[in-house]
T-cell receptor, first 113, second 115 residues
Framework: SAVISQKPSRDICQRGTSLTIQCQVDSQVTMMFWYRQQPGQSLTLIATANQGSEATYESGFVIDKFPISRPNLTFSTLTVSNMSPEDSSIYLC??????????FGSGTRLTVV | QQQVKQSPQSLIVQKGGISIINCAYE??????FPWYQQFPGKGPALLIAIRPDVSEKKEGRFTISFNKSAKQFSLHIMDSQPGDSATYFCAATLAGGTSYGKLTFGQGTILTVHP
């Protein structure tokens, strides 16, 4: 399956600051997604990262809070802006490729203090 | 309409026993149903998946049973092992349209297999 490198793996951030999470895939993929997994909870889709255009956000998530870039078919970033303790979660990059189906990164464990 | 309901929330099984996790969905347009296994500190990993034109799929000790009329599907883990202890998520997605590729996850089941 596709290999995803997600960075950083974890971080502790001050409230009011921003963190940018990177997702690098070892092959070109059809689609890239960002999910949030709150402690002990299931995964919720934040947005679909569209190559060369604005991301498509799910209900409850907005671009000002979670700006996303996808400059090419193998790379995407998610920024968590103006963080509050409620943003403490695991953020996961996921890709869908014709060859390998769905693959998830190991996630970024974010703690906001 | 987009929900996937998963049960039980937690499950304890003895080594060698059968673990059964159930999911129910509402949207009849869903056409791909994967199961994911997640260990602490890791992302979900695909375990097994099924499409609605098949009623059962088996891969090693893992079997998906699918009941299209009841809109339910389940994961059976035969001969459960302590190494199977993890959180399991069912999911569903659509083949096309604006929701193409977006996975809707169940709430998760924490499986503990005692030696």
């Amino acid at each position: 399956s596709a290999v995803i490198s997600q960075k950083p793996s974890r971080d502790i951030c001050q409230r009011g600051t921003s963190l940018t999470i990177q997702c690098q895939v070892d092959s070109q993929v059809t689609m890239m997604f960002w999910y949030r997994q709150q402690p002990g909870q299931s995964l919720t889709l934040i947005a679909t990262a569209n190559q060369g255009s604005e991301a498509t956000y799910e209900s409850g998530f907005v671009i000002d809070k979670f700006p996303i870039s996808r400059p090419n078919l193998t790379f995407s970033t998610l920024t968590v802006s103006n963080m509050s303790p409620e943003d403490s979660s695991i953020y996961l990059c996921s890709v869908l490729s014709d060859r390998d189906g769905y693959t998830f990164g190991s996630g970024t464990r974010l703690t906001v203090v | 309409q987009q929900q996937v309901k998963q049960s039980p929330q937690s499950l304890i099984v003895q080594k060698g026993g059968i673990s059964i996790i159930n999911c129910a969905y509402e949207n009849t347009a869903f056409d791909y149903f994967p199961w994911y296994q997640q260990f602490p500190g890791k992302g979900p990993a695909l375990l097994i998946a099924i499409r609605p034109d098949v009623s059962e799929k088996k891969e090693g000790r893992f079997t998906i049973s699918f009941n299209k009329s009841a809109k339910q599907f389940s994961l059976h883990i035969m001969d459960s092992q302590p190494g199977d202890s993890a959180t399991y998520f069912c999911a569903a997605t659509l083949a096309g349209g604006t929701s193409y590729g977006k996975l809707t996850f169940g709430q998760g089941t924490i499986l503990t297999v005692h030696p």
